[in-house]
């Protein structure tokens, strides 16, 4: 097997041609209108509206700035239940915030937080969980509801890797007080920086409107403590040339996810997330493998033929000193040691898939 030419990135964003960005942007150049919510943020966001068929699409700077907007709008204080199988940033949120992640553990299949874990992390000062749909694999929503429902308190889904994936025949958008996602340029669907909120109330949505914008009101007057979380009218036009293209970018994704399956299954030694087909998006394509140190030899193989996975997620959140004292999360911190996620992206050929899944099926041989 013979080496890349072109290094293979664990991911691509996916961009149309830059004739389509530099038409839609033409008219932010000719206004000079770069930001504060411009035409094209709000055609961005009714797009994005119309796209996943919600109603009330915030849209900021990141994902980060999402989650921390979520919190401030929910005025949460005291202790958030959230996963510890994520990026930094999910409990970065929570602390930035002046509140305290309390980790629960996940499922070792599916890779969410394990709901039957809950019950028994709250207490009198949560305010509220925070699950995060892992690799786009939706939580147990239906279950974390009742949960946050019997003992008062919110929800906030960290949807940052969920975009265009539906729960029960609607968003994952649409689900708990707040969803927030982020449109980073690894993300399936991407602005190059970026993120939403989506307030399931009108109350809740005028909110997230007025943080963002430093607590302006609509007639420019402060009303609140806010931030500068907009996004920009560059960004925007990333935004309105991608997503035209997003259901060819998912189709292509789960070609490339089932050619690693069908070749990769082939070998007892590896574990898949389990998710329900219907309710996925592709955007990564994690694999467990039998122990850490198969998983680092794996890497350096897979770099000596020019491709690069990454280990999403490693380490464990609740290992990581800065973010609290340790408490034991046995099935993440297990899961965290042995998994990758493959090269899998919209410029990746079918060929060149193939390739890397041969390099690891060699691997194993
Ligand atoms: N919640 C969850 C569950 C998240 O996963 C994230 C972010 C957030 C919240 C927060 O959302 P944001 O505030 O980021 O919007 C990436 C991203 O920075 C981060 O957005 C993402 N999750 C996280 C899972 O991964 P890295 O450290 O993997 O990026 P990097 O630079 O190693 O890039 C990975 C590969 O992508 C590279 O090998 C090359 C390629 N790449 C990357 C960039 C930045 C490109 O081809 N072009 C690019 O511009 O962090």
Not at 104 to 112: A, G, L, M, P, S
Not at 161 to 174: D, L, P, W
Not at 195 to 205: I, V
Not at 297 to 313: G, Q, T, V
Request: hydrophobic residues 40%; proline residues 5%; negative net charge.
């Amino acid at each position: 097997m013979h080496k890349f030419d072109q290094p293979k990135y664990v991911s691509v964003p996916s961009l149309p041609p830059i004739d389509e960005f530099t038409r839609i942007l033409q008219p932010a150049w000719d206004s000079r209108v770069l930001t504060h919510n411009g035409p094209l943020v709000q055609l961005l966001e009714k797009n994005v509206n119309q796209y996943l068929n919600t109603k009330n699409t915030v849209s900021v700077t990141n994902g980060t700035i999402a989650l921390q907007l979520a919190i401030r709008a929910l005025d949460l204080s005291g202790e958030i239940i959230t996963t510890p199988f994520s990026w930094i940033a999910t409990a970065s949120a929570i602390r930035w915030e002046n509140c305290t992640p309390v980790f629960v553990d996940i499922d070792k299949d599916t890779f969410n937080i394990d709901p039957e874990k809950i019950e028994a992390a709250i207490t009198s000062k949560t305010s509220a969980i925070m699950p995060v749909h892992v690799f786009s694999n939706p939580a147990n929503i239906d279950h974390i509801e009742d949960i946050a429902k019997k003992h008062n308190l919110k929800t906030i889904y960290d949807a940052a890797h969920a975009f265009g994936v539906n729960y029960k025949g609607k968003s994952v958008m649409e689900y708990g007080d707040i969803s927030c996602t982020s449109f980073h340029a690894t993300k399936i669907f991407n602005t190059g920086e970026g993120g939403a909120c989506f307030a399931q109330e009108e109350e809740l949505f005028e909110r997230l409107k007025r943080i963002r914008f430093f607590g302006h009101d609509n007639n420019k007057e402060i009303v609140e403590d806010g931030i500068n979380g907009k996004l920009t009218e560059i960004h925007a036009a990333i935004g309105l040339a991608n997503l035209p293209m997003l259901n060819s970018v998912i189709e292509k994704r789960k070609v490339i996810y089932k050619l690693y399956h069908d070749k990769l299954k082939k070998t007892n030694d590896i574990q898949f997330q389990k998710f329900n087909a219907e309710e996925y998006n592709y955007s990564y394509l994690p694999i467990v493998l039998p122990s850490e140190q198969i998983c680092l030899d794996l890497i350096k193989n897979l770099s000596s033929f020019n491709a690069y996975p990454r280990r999403y997620f490693y380490p464990s959140l609740n290992t990581i000193k800065a973010v609290g004292s340790y408490v034991q999360m046995p099935v993440s911190e297990n899961i965290s040691k042995r998994i990758l996620c493959l090269p899998s992206n919209n410029d990746l050929s079918i060929k060149e898939g193939e390739q890397i899944a041969d390099i690891i099926l060699e691997y194993f041989r």
